[in-house]
């Protein structure tokens, strides 16, 4: 029923960003030994089936089927199959330059088996290997770095829009629509990446543009329009509960500075 490894090794092409080394695959034995030590390139397993445990750096992490673990150049990793659910599990391997970018990433994360499985299927080829990996390989690169990177794409250019339209009724539904995305979705991520709502960073934008215009000079209420607000008391009100000082205070502070 188990298999040992299948190890499928590639030629180096000469690269510089990708040095493609192996791909393969292995069903392990409930009491498979473990797997430990430090790798000189990035190692990346999509676990097909079962479960498993992968520690690196001393930190412990459950893997499951549709993830992947990351094994990252010159890291102490060790992993094994859990004996109740024992893994089967794809890989690839490769060094160069790019190889570096996974430590940004969480060594444990969600993916789907398709370019695992293509990987594998150069086995059954005669020749050009080692061309075939480093093109999928550069597919993986591309398409776990977007997916990582989107969500912070979005928090950059909801933050772009509220800068350039602080002065104007911002809702969310309307970012979302601009953006074509769930606005359900674009309020979870931009409070996960920036720590404030979406709400409250219109808020922050607006006062600290008005304590920018009133330190230079404006009138409190020119600053309050200016800024966006319909009027002087909702200004006033958000000031103090933002700072907790009012207008008012807040300039006589300054000044006695």
């Known amino acids: 029923m188990y298999d040992n490894p299948t190890f499928i090794p590639v030629l180096n092409l000469g690269l510089t960003d990708i040095k493609p080394i192996s791909t393969g695959y292995e069903d392990c034995h409930p009491m498979k030994h473990n797997h430990a030590g430090r790798y000189s390139h990035v190692l990346i397993h999509f676990v097909e ?99 990582i990177l989107s969500p912070i794409n979005h928090v950059e250019e909801i933050k772009s829009f509220i800068d350039s339209n602080y002065r104007k009724d911002i809702t969310v539904k309307q970012i979302a629509k601009m953006l074509d995305r769930n606005p359900k979705y674009l309020t979870t991520i931009f409070k996960r990446e920036t720590g404030k709502s979406i709400h409250e960073y219109i808020t922050y934008i ?13 009138n409190i209420t020119t600053a309050a329009l200016d800024c966006g607000y319909s009027d002087v008391a909702n200004f006033s009100k958000s000031f103090k509960n933002n700072f907790g000082f009012s207008p008012t205070e807040w300039i006589k502070q300054e000044k006695s500075k």
């Open 206 to 218: 607006r006062l600290e543009t008005a304590k920018f215009s009133i330190i230079n000079g404006v």
């Open 49 to 147: 089936r079962g479960q498993g445990i992968f520690i690196s750096e001393g930190k412990k992490h459950s893997v499951k089927a549709g993830q992947i673990f990351i094994v990252n150049p010159n890291e102490l990793c060790e992993w094994y199959p859990n004996p109740d659910d024992p893994w089967f599990y794809r890989w690839i391997s490769f060094s160069g330059g790019l190889s570096y970018k996974f430590k940004n990433l969480p060594c444990v994360m969600d993916y789907k088996p398709d370019i695992f499985r293509r990987a594998n299927e150069i086995e059954n080829y005669s020749g050009y290997k080692s061309y075939l990996l480093t093109g999928l390989i550069f597919e993986l690169i591309a398409d776990i770095f977007s997916d």
